[in-house]
T-cell receptor
Framework: GQNIDQPTEMTATEGAIVQINCTYQTSGFNGLFWYQQHAGEAPTFLSYNVLDGLEEKGRFSSFLSRSKGYSYLLLKELQMKDSASYLC??????????WGAGTKLIIKP | ETGVTQTPRHLVMGMTNKKSLKCEQHLGHNAMYWYKQSAKKPLELMFV???????ENNSVPSRFSPECPNSSHLFLHLHTLQPEDSALYLC????????????????FGPGTRLTVL
């Protein structure tokens, strides 16, 4: 079966750095997405990785290792507004998106 | 502003009611999706429309009935729902739809929070 694993919840301090991990076992791979979802709001697209390595976009970076079936989202200089759920999703060989259950990130002052 | 709107944002209905959820996308996309989101569970894909044709129906109970009159509008008709159907229902759109090669980012609406009493 296909599976995406990510931690259920994480807590971090304002101004700090946090890394949210995602591991996957899917039928093929055509890219990995990260989305941010604030409570009661739409998931919004953060990043897409299809090649190994690190993609940086401002305070957020996303890393992919296809051989390990592993990705992480790195958030730097955390702000209170970063409190949200972060969803990892993988596009399989049929170009279908397989979703993780999301990681709820709590930022404390 | 996501370019995808959903109405209503909140809905409370009894098990014998009939209601409809509406989604509209202003992005010029060709594919639209309905998802169910329950607490601490992955997004569950319910239906996919590509160029107004249903291309996926993931074993969804018949009490949920989708309708896609054109590429910009998507409806989810609800009737005789059960309390376990209470969830956040998300609509999304993308440029080309599933099964098409290449990056096809999905853009989501804010969802309808449905409570079935």
């Amino acid at each position: 079966g296909q599976n995406i694993d990510q931690p259920t919840e994480m807590t971090a301090t304002e101004g700090a750095i946090v890394q949210i991990n995602c591991t996957y076992q899917t039928s093929g791979f055509n890219g990995l997405f990260w989305y941010q979802q604030h409570a009661g709001e739409a998931p919004t697209f953060l990043s897409y990785n299809v090649l190994d390595g690190l993609e940086e976009k401002g305070r957020f970076s996303s890393f992919l290792s296809r051989s390990k079936g592993y990705s992480y989202l790195l958030l730097k200089e955390l702000q209170m507004k970063d409190s949200a759920s972060y969803l990892c999703a993988v596009m399989d060989s049929n170009y279908q998106l397989i979703w993780g259950a999301g990681t709820k990130l709590i930022i404390k002052p | 502003e996501t370019g995808v709107t959903q109405t209503p944002r909140h809905l409370v209905m009894g098990m014998t009611n009939k209601k409809s959820l509406k989604c509209e996308q202003h992005l010029g996309h060709n594919a639209m999706y309905w998802y169910k989101q329950s607490a601490k569970k992955p997004l569950e894909l319910m239906f996919v429309y590509s160029l107004e044709e249903r291309v996926e129906n993931n074993s969804v109970p018949s009490r949920f009935s989708p309708e896609c009159p054109n590429s910009s509008h998507l409806f989810l008709h609800l009737h005789t729902l059960q309390p376990e159907d209470s969830a956040l229902y998300l609509c999304a759109s993308s440029q080309v739809g599933p099964g098409s090669p290449g990056t096809d980012t999905q853009y989501f609406g804010p969802g309808t929070r449905l409570t079935v009493l």
